[in-house]
Protein backbone atom coordinates (compact mmCIF):
# COMPACT_ATOMS: atom_id res chain seq x y z
CA UNK A 1 0.00 0.00 0.00
CA UNK A 2 2.94 2.37 0.93
CA UNK A 3 4.67 1.79 -2.46
CA UNK A 4 1.48 2.34 -4.28
CA UNK A 5 1.00 5.77 -2.57
CA UNK A 6 4.55 6.65 -3.41
CA UNK A 7 4.08 5.64 -7.07
CA UNK A 8 0.77 7.87 -7.01
CA UNK A 9 2.38 10.75 -5.59
CA UNK A 10 5.51 10.65 -8.38
CA UNK A 11 3.62 10.33 -11.08
CA UNK A 12 1.15 13.22 -9.98
CA UNK A 13 4.72 15.33 -9.56
CA UNK A 14 5.78 14.03 -13.20
CA UNK A 15 2.68 15.37 -14.34
CA UNK A 16 2.83 18.31 -12.87
CA UNK A 17 6.31 19.13 -13.97
CA UNK A 18 5.24 17.91 -17.53
CA UNK A 19 2.29 20.08 -17.54
CA UNK A 20 4.29 22.95 -16.18
CA UNK A 21 6.84 22.73 -19.29
CA UNK A 22 4.36 22.74 -21.37
CA UNK A 23 2.15 25.68 -20.12
CA UNK A 24 5.93 27.67 -19.69
CA UNK A 25 6.15 26.68 -23.58
CA UNK A 26 2.98 27.73 -24.22
CA UNK A 27 3.48 31.47 -22.74
CA UNK A 28 6.78 32.56 -24.00
CA UNK A 29 5.74 31.26 -27.42
CA UNK A 30 2.34 33.19 -27.03
CA UNK A 31 4.25 36.12 -25.56
CA UNK A 32 7.15 36.07 -28.48
CA UNK A 33 4.30 36.12 -31.22
CA UNK A 34 2.52 38.95 -29.43
CA UNK A 35 6.15 40.82 -29.00
CA UNK A 36 6.75 40.78 -32.85
CA UNK A 37 3.05 41.48 -33.80
CA UNK A 38 3.08 44.82 -31.83
CA UNK A 39 5.99 45.60 -32.60
CA UNK A 40 6.40 48.47 -35.22
CA UNK A 41 9.52 48.58 -37.07
CA UNK A 42 12.08 51.77 -37.16
CA UNK A 43 11.38 54.11 -40.06
CA UNK A 44 12.91 54.07 -42.87
CA UNK A 45 14.79 57.22 -44.16
CA UNK A 46 14.13 57.73 -47.76
CA UNK A 47 15.03 60.68 -50.54
CA UNK A 48 11.54 61.89 -52.31
CA UNK A 49 10.84 64.87 -54.99
CA UNK A 50 7.34 65.91 -55.35
CA UNK A 51 5.87 65.49 -58.68
CA UNK A 52 5.48 68.64 -60.72
CA UNK A 53 4.05 69.40 -64.49
CA UNK A 54 7.52 70.28 -66.37
CA UNK A 55 9.02 71.18 -69.87
CA UNK A 56 9.56 68.17 -71.87
CA UNK A 57 11.42 67.76 -74.78
CA UNK A 58 10.60 64.40 -76.59
CA UNK A 59 13.03 62.84 -79.44
CA UNK A 60 13.07 59.32 -81.38
CA UNK A 61 16.05 57.18 -79.69
CA UNK A 62 18.16 55.06 -82.06
CA UNK A 63 21.51 53.54 -82.30
CA UNK A 64 23.43 53.54 -85.63
CA UNK A 65 26.88 53.79 -87.41
CA UNK A 66 28.97 56.59 -88.22
CA UNK A 67 31.10 56.82 -92.03
CA UNK A 68 32.77 59.35 -93.50
CA UNK A 69 30.93 61.53 -95.82
CA UNK A 70 33.39 60.92 -98.83
CA UNK A 71 35.56 57.49 -97.88
CA UNK A 72 36.58 54.61 -100.16
CA UNK A 73 39.24 52.04 -100.33
CA UNK A 74 41.17 52.96 -103.20
CA UNK A 75 42.37 49.53 -105.55
CA UNK A 76 45.05 49.72 -108.52
CA UNK A 77 43.64 49.99 -112.16
CA UNK A 78 46.47 47.69 -113.53
CA UNK A 79 48.45 45.05 -112.74
CA UNK A 80 52.37 45.77 -112.42
CA UNK A 81 55.28 45.98 -109.28
CA UNK A 82 55.30 48.05 -106.77
CA UNK A 83 58.01 50.61 -107.02
CA UNK A 84 57.18 53.20 -104.69
CA UNK A 85 54.99 54.36 -101.45
CA UNK A 86 54.48 58.08 -101.50
CA UNK A 87 52.46 57.65 -97.94
CA UNK A 88 52.64 56.47 -94.45
CA UNK A 89 49.43 55.92 -92.13
CA UNK A 90 47.14 58.74 -91.18
CA UNK A 91 49.16 61.09 -93.50
CA UNK A 92 46.73 63.99 -94.71
CA UNK A 93 47.03 63.86 -98.27
CA UNK A 94 45.33 66.55 -101.06
CA UNK A 95 43.08 65.97 -104.22
CA UNK A 96 45.39 64.17 -107.22
CA UNK A 97 48.09 63.70 -104.64
CA UNK A 98 50.21 60.71 -105.91
CA UNK A 99 50.36 57.74 -103.27
CA UNK A 100 51.34 54.56 -104.96
CA UNK A 101 53.98 54.06 -108.66
CA UNK A 102 53.86 51.03 -110.11
CA UNK A 103 56.69 49.84 -112.17
CA UNK A 104 56.48 51.80 -115.67
CA UNK A 105 59.74 51.11 -117.61
CA UNK A 106 57.83 49.28 -120.58
CA UNK A 107 55.17 52.29 -120.80
CA UNK A 108 57.30 55.10 -121.02
CA UNK A 109 59.73 53.21 -123.77
CA UNK A 110 56.27 52.60 -125.38
CA UNK A 111 55.33 56.40 -125.08
CA UNK A 112 58.18 57.35 -126.50
CA UNK A 113 58.80 55.35 -129.50
CA UNK A 114 54.95 55.96 -130.30
CA UNK A 115 55.73 59.74 -129.39
CA UNK A 116 58.56 59.21 -132.75
CA UNK A 117 55.86 57.65 -135.00
CA UNK A 118 53.30 60.03 -134.68
CA UNK A 119 56.16 63.05 -134.86
CA UNK A 120 56.84 61.07 -138.41
CA UNK A 121 53.23 60.78 -139.35
CA UNK A 122 52.68 64.73 -138.60
CA UNK A 123 55.59 65.13 -140.67
CA UNK A 124 54.20 63.15 -143.86
CA UNK A 125 50.90 65.10 -143.22
CA UNK A 126 52.41 68.44 -143.78
CA UNK A 127 54.64 67.02 -146.86
CA UNK A 128 50.77 66.14 -148.23
CA UNK A 129 48.90 69.00 -147.58
CA UNK A 130 51.85 71.24 -148.91
CA UNK A 131 51.99 69.00 -152.57
CA UNK A 132 48.44 69.64 -152.55
CA UNK A 133 48.28 73.06 -152.51
CA UNK A 134 50.80 73.32 -155.60
CA UNK A 135 48.34 70.57 -157.13
CA UNK A 136 51.21 68.02 -157.81
CA UNK A 137 49.75 65.63 -154.19
CA UNK A 138 46.43 63.38 -154.86
CA UNK A 139 43.41 63.82 -152.13
CA UNK A 140 44.35 59.94 -151.54
CA UNK A 141 47.53 60.57 -150.30
CA UNK A 142 46.44 63.59 -148.56
CA UNK A 143 43.78 61.49 -146.68
CA UNK A 144 46.10 58.50 -146.01
CA UNK A 145 48.42 60.95 -144.29
CA UNK A 146 45.71 62.61 -142.51
CA UNK A 147 44.57 59.20 -141.53
CA UNK A 148 47.82 58.25 -139.95
CA UNK A 149 48.80 61.15 -138.56
CA UNK A 150 45.06 61.06 -136.12
CA UNK A 151 46.12 57.16 -135.60
CA UNK A 152 49.58 58.09 -134.31
CA UNK A 153 48.03 60.84 -131.96
CA UNK A 154 45.46 58.55 -130.59
CA UNK A 155 47.98 55.97 -129.68
CA UNK A 156 50.25 58.32 -127.89
CA UNK A 157 46.43 59.61 -125.75
CA UNK A 158 46.76 55.50 -125.09
CA UNK A 159 49.97 54.87 -124.14
CA UNK A 160 50.19 57.96 -121.82
CA UNK A 161 46.58 56.81 -120.10
CA UNK A 162 48.21 53.38 -119.88
CA UNK A 163 51.42 55.27 -118.16
CA UNK A 164 49.02 57.17 -115.76
CA UNK A 165 47.39 53.72 -114.76
CA UNK A 166 50.78 53.33 -112.62
CA UNK A 167 50.38 55.75 -110.77
CA UNK A 168 47.70 55.60 -107.87
CA UNK A 169 46.37 59.57 -106.86
CA UNK A 170 44.04 60.56 -104.15
CA UNK A 171 40.48 60.89 -105.23
CA UNK A 172 39.81 64.07 -102.79
CA UNK A 173 41.78 65.10 -100.03
CA UNK A 174 41.52 63.11 -96.71
CA UNK A 175 43.20 61.38 -93.88
CA UNK A 176 45.04 57.45 -95.63
CA UNK A 177 45.14 54.39 -93.59
CA UNK A 178 47.74 51.55 -92.71
CA UNK A 179 49.39 50.52 -96.66
CA UNK A 180 48.34 46.89 -97.34
CA UNK A 181 51.04 46.64 -99.72
CA UNK A 182 54.95 46.45 -99.58
CA UNK A 183 57.50 47.52 -102.27
CA UNK A 184 57.95 44.71 -104.91
CA UNK A 185 54.96 43.61 -104.49
CA UNK A 186 53.10 42.47 -107.81
CA UNK A 187 49.39 43.72 -107.54
CA UNK A 188 46.70 42.80 -110.24
CA UNK A 189 43.74 44.77 -111.03
CA UNK A 190 41.41 45.31 -108.14
CA UNK A 191 43.42 44.53 -105.16
CA UNK A 192 43.12 46.99 -102.19
CA UNK A 193 45.71 49.63 -101.13
CA UNK A 194 44.59 51.63 -98.73
CA UNK A 195 41.76 53.49 -97.50
CA UNK A 196 40.90 57.10 -97.39
CA UNK A 197 38.78 59.29 -95.73
CA UNK A 198 37.32 62.89 -95.13
CA UNK A 199 37.46 63.24 -91.59
CA UNK A 200 35.78 66.63 -91.52
CA UNK A 201 31.80 65.94 -92.06
CA UNK A 202 30.53 62.33 -90.98
CA UNK A 203 27.33 60.73 -92.07
CA UNK A 204 25.76 58.68 -89.46
CA UNK A 205 23.13 56.09 -90.67
CA UNK A 206 20.08 54.70 -88.21
CA UNK A 207 16.72 52.96 -88.69
CA UNK A 208 13.68 53.71 -86.84
CA UNK A 209 10.42 51.84 -86.48
CA UNK A 210 8.20 52.81 -89.48
CA UNK A 211 5.61 54.32 -86.40
CA UNK A 212 7.69 56.78 -85.77
CA UNK A 213 8.60 57.90 -89.54
CA UNK A 214 5.57 60.59 -89.24
CA UNK A 215 7.67 62.26 -86.49
CA UNK A 216 10.83 63.10 -88.52
CA UNK A 217 11.95 65.04 -91.36
CA UNK A 218 14.78 66.79 -93.34
CA UNK A 219 16.49 69.22 -91.04
CA UNK A 220 15.43 68.30 -87.69
CA UNK A 221 18.64 68.61 -85.00
CA UNK A 222 20.49 64.86 -84.60
CA UNK A 223 22.56 64.83 -81.24
CA UNK A 224 24.90 61.71 -81.22
CA UNK A 225 27.21 60.47 -79.13
CA UNK A 226 29.00 57.20 -77.34
CA UNK A 227 26.30 56.62 -74.72
CA UNK A 228 23.12 58.82 -74.07
CA UNK A 229 24.87 60.54 -71.49
CA UNK A 230 27.28 61.92 -73.44
CA UNK A 231 25.43 63.60 -76.17
CA UNK A 232 28.65 65.61 -77.46
CA UNK A 233 27.55 65.84 -80.93
CA UNK A 234 24.89 67.58 -83.17
CA UNK A 235 23.88 67.27 -86.54
CA UNK A 236 21.19 67.26 -88.46
CA UNK A 237 18.53 64.83 -91.09
CA UNK A 238 20.04 65.07 -94.35
CA UNK A 239 17.51 61.70 -95.94
CA UNK A 240 14.81 59.69 -95.77
CA UNK A 241 14.28 56.96 -97.03
CA UNK A 242 11.39 56.99 -98.70
CA UNK A 243 10.88 52.64 -98.73
CA UNK A 244 10.14 51.25 -95.63
CA UNK A 245 11.94 47.59 -95.28
CA UNK A 246 8.76 45.23 -95.98
CA UNK A 247 11.07 42.50 -93.86
CA UNK A 248 11.98 44.86 -90.82
CA UNK A 249 9.50 47.37 -91.14
CA UNK A 250 12.51 49.44 -90.42
CA UNK A 251 13.07 53.42 -92.51
CA UNK A 252 16.32 54.06 -93.19
CA UNK A 253 17.89 57.42 -91.88
CA UNK A 254 21.18 59.78 -93.16
CA UNK A 255 22.13 62.54 -90.94
CA UNK A 256 25.11 64.91 -91.25
CA UNK A 257 27.47 65.98 -88.57
CA UNK A 258 30.61 67.91 -88.30
CA UNK A 259 33.79 66.44 -86.84
CA UNK A 260 36.76 69.04 -87.05
CA UNK A 261 38.20 67.65 -83.87
CA UNK A 262 38.07 64.15 -85.47
CA UNK A 263 36.84 62.06 -82.65
CA UNK A 264 34.21 60.36 -84.57
CA UNK A 265 35.51 57.29 -86.64
CA UNK A 266 33.95 55.34 -89.72
CA UNK A 267 32.28 52.46 -88.53
CA UNK A 268 31.82 53.83 -85.02
CA UNK A 269 28.91 52.86 -83.07
CA UNK A 270 26.78 55.68 -81.72
CA UNK A 271 23.63 56.66 -79.35
CA UNK A 272 21.09 58.70 -81.56
CA UNK A 273 18.76 60.91 -80.32
CA UNK A 274 16.59 63.03 -82.99
CA UNK A 275 15.07 65.87 -81.01
CA UNK A 276 11.47 67.18 -81.44
CA UNK A 277 9.22 69.73 -80.30
CA UNK A 278 9.43 70.76 -76.84
CA UNK A 279 5.97 69.99 -74.70
CA UNK A 280 4.52 71.22 -71.76
CA UNK A 281 2.80 70.18 -68.80
CA UNK A 282 4.27 66.44 -68.50
CA UNK A 283 4.44 64.02 -65.36
CA UNK A 284 7.54 62.91 -65.26
CA UNK A 285 10.12 61.63 -62.02
CA UNK A 286 13.79 60.40 -62.48
CA UNK A 287 14.41 56.82 -63.60
CA UNK A 288 15.61 55.73 -59.83
CA UNK A 289 12.06 56.32 -58.33
CA UNK A 290 10.49 53.49 -60.85
CA UNK A 291 10.36 49.82 -59.79
CA UNK A 292 9.98 47.08 -62.44
CA UNK A 293 8.24 44.23 -61.11
CA UNK A 294 6.60 40.95 -62.63
CA UNK A 295 3.03 42.69 -61.73
CA UNK A 296 4.24 45.98 -63.38
CA UNK A 297 5.76 49.33 -62.79
CA UNK A 298 5.71 50.73 -59.55
CA UNK A 299 6.42 54.10 -57.29
CA UNK A 300 6.40 54.42 -53.81
CA UNK A 301 4.37 57.82 -52.19
CA UNK A 302 4.74 59.40 -49.06
CA UNK A 303 1.19 59.82 -47.44
CA UNK A 304 0.56 61.02 -43.78
CA UNK A 305 0.56 58.68 -41.45
CA UNK A 306 -3.13 57.35 -40.30
CA UNK A 307 -3.57 58.21 -36.66
CA UNK A 308 -3.47 55.15 -34.68
CA UNK A 309 -6.38 53.57 -33.00
CA UNK A 310 -7.71 54.60 -29.78
CA UNK A 311 -5.10 57.83 -30.36
CA UNK A 312 -8.50 60.17 -30.92
CA UNK A 313 -9.48 58.41 -27.33
CA UNK A 314 -12.39 59.92 -24.88
CA UNK A 315 -11.88 62.53 -22.75
CA UNK A 316 -9.94 62.02 -19.53
CA UNK A 317 -12.66 61.18 -16.37
CA UNK A 318 -12.65 63.93 -14.21
CA UNK A 319 -11.13 62.38 -11.32
CA UNK A 320 -7.90 61.94 -13.63
CA UNK A 321 -8.34 65.72 -15.14
CA UNK A 322 -8.00 67.05 -11.63
CA UNK A 323 -5.14 64.95 -10.44
CA UNK A 324 -3.35 65.92 -13.81
CA UNK A 325 -4.57 69.88 -13.28
CA UNK A 326 -3.14 69.56 -9.65
CA UNK A 327 -0.22 67.73 -10.70
CA UNK A 328 0.70 70.56 -13.66
CA UNK A 329 -0.05 73.71 -11.18
CA UNK A 330 3.32 73.43 -8.74
CA UNK A 331 4.57 72.57 -12.29
CA UNK A 332 3.51 75.55 -13.84
CA UNK A 333 4.52 78.33 -11.00
CA UNK A 334 7.93 77.43 -10.94
CA UNK A 335 8.37 77.52 -14.97
CA UNK A 336 7.07 81.15 -14.08
CA UNK A 337 10.24 83.05 -13.43
CA UNK A 338 12.45 81.10 -16.04
CA UNK A 339 9.80 81.41 -18.26
CA UNK A 340 12.39 83.53 -21.31
CA UNK A 341 15.18 80.96 -20.40
CA UNK A 342 13.63 78.16 -20.92
CA UNK A 343 11.94 78.92 -24.42
CA UNK A 344 14.22 77.58 -27.02
CA UNK A 345 14.66 74.43 -25.02
CA UNK A 346 11.47 73.83 -24.89
CA UNK A 347 10.83 74.19 -28.57
CA UNK A 348 12.53 71.41 -29.82
CA UNK A 349 11.10 68.72 -27.87
CA UNK A 350 7.42 70.27 -28.85
CA UNK A 351 8.45 69.82 -32.30
CA UNK A 352 10.06 67.37 -32.39
CA UNK A 353 6.40 65.66 -30.96
CA UNK A 354 4.43 67.90 -33.27
CA UNK A 355 6.28 66.36 -36.33
CA UNK A 356 4.21 64.56 -38.75
CA UNK A 357 4.51 60.87 -39.40
CA UNK A 358 4.68 59.39 -43.08
CA UNK A 359 3.95 55.82 -44.27
CA UNK A 360 4.45 54.55 -48.04
CA UNK A 361 1.69 53.46 -50.66
CA UNK A 362 2.58 51.42 -53.54
CA UNK A 363 1.43 52.91 -56.95
CA UNK A 364 1.57 51.18 -60.04
CA UNK A 365 2.52 53.44 -62.65
CA UNK A 366 2.12 53.31 -66.91
CA UNK A 367 5.31 54.49 -68.37
CA UNK A 368 6.03 56.59 -71.68
CA UNK A 369 8.42 58.73 -72.88
CA UNK A 370 12.25 58.61 -71.38
CA UNK A 371 14.81 61.58 -71.80
CA UNK A 372 18.04 62.34 -69.55
CA UNK A 373 17.13 60.55 -66.57
CA UNK A 374 13.76 60.89 -66.36
CA UNK A 375 11.21 58.51 -67.26
CA UNK A 376 7.09 60.43 -68.45
CA UNK A 377 4.14 58.85 -66.36
CA UNK A 378 1.02 58.65 -68.42
CA UNK A 379 -1.18 57.31 -65.60
CA UNK A 380 -1.27 56.56 -61.72
CA UNK A 381 0.44 59.87 -60.37
CA UNK A 382 -0.74 63.86 -60.03
CA UNK A 383 0.88 66.48 -59.46
CA UNK A 384 2.17 67.35 -55.67
CA UNK A 385 2.77 63.48 -54.85
CA UNK A 386 5.88 63.08 -52.98
CA UNK A 387 7.35 60.05 -54.79
CA UNK A 388 10.72 57.91 -53.16
CA UNK A 389 13.68 58.21 -55.75
CA UNK A 390 16.27 56.17 -53.36
CA UNK A 391 16.13 52.87 -51.35
CA UNK A 392 12.88 51.01 -52.56
CA UNK A 393 14.43 47.32 -52.56
CA UNK A 394 13.84 47.88 -48.59
CA UNK A 395 10.18 49.06 -48.89
CA UNK A 396 7.16 47.84 -48.72
CA UNK A 397 3.57 48.89 -48.70
CA UNK A 398 2.30 50.68 -45.61
CA UNK A 399 6.00 50.89 -44.19
CA UNK A 400 6.83 53.90 -41.61
CA UNK A 401 9.25 56.06 -43.41
CA UNK A 402 11.52 59.15 -42.43
CA UNK A 403 12.24 61.96 -45.67
CA UNK A 404 15.86 63.07 -45.80
CA UNK A 405 16.28 65.12 -49.14
CA UNK A 406 20.17 66.05 -47.82
CA UNK A 407 21.07 63.39 -50.30
CA UNK A 408 19.16 62.55 -53.03
CA UNK A 409 21.31 59.89 -55.82
CA UNK A 410 18.96 60.82 -58.38
CA UNK A 411 19.76 64.48 -58.92
CA UNK A 412 23.40 63.56 -59.10
CA UNK A 413 22.75 61.02 -61.77
CA UNK A 414 20.61 63.35 -63.49
CA UNK A 415 22.93 66.08 -63.55
CA UNK A 416 25.84 63.62 -65.02
CA UNK A 417 22.78 62.54 -67.69
CA UNK A 418 22.32 66.70 -68.88
CA UNK A 419 26.40 66.90 -68.76
Known sequence: MKRFFIIAVF????ALVCVGIVGFNFMRDAGIKQYFATMKPPAATVSTVVVKPSEWTPGVEAIGTVNAVRGVDLTVETSGIVKNILFHANQKVATDAVLLQLDDAVEKA?????????????????????????GVGTDATLDAARAAADASAAQVNKLQAVL????????FGGTVGIPKIDIGQYLAPGNSVVTIQDLDTMRV??????????????GQTVKLGSSLADMSFAGSIRGIDPKIDPASRLVSIRGEVANPEGKLTPGQFVQIRVELPQENNVISVPQTAVTTSLYGDYVFV??????????????????????????AKPQADASKPAD????????????AAQQ?????????????????????????????????????????????????????????ANKEVQQ
Open 11 to 14: LILL
Open 110 to 134: DLVAQKAQAASDQAALTRAIELQRR
Open 164 to 171: DQKQLSAP
Open 205 to 218: DFTVPEQQLPLLKI
Open 302 to 327: VVPAKPAEGAAAAPAKPDEQKAAADA
Open 340 to 351: NATKPADAKPAD
Open 356 to 412: QAFTISQIFVKLGRRNNGMVEIVEGLKDGDQVVTAGQNRLFNGMSVAVDNTIDPSKS
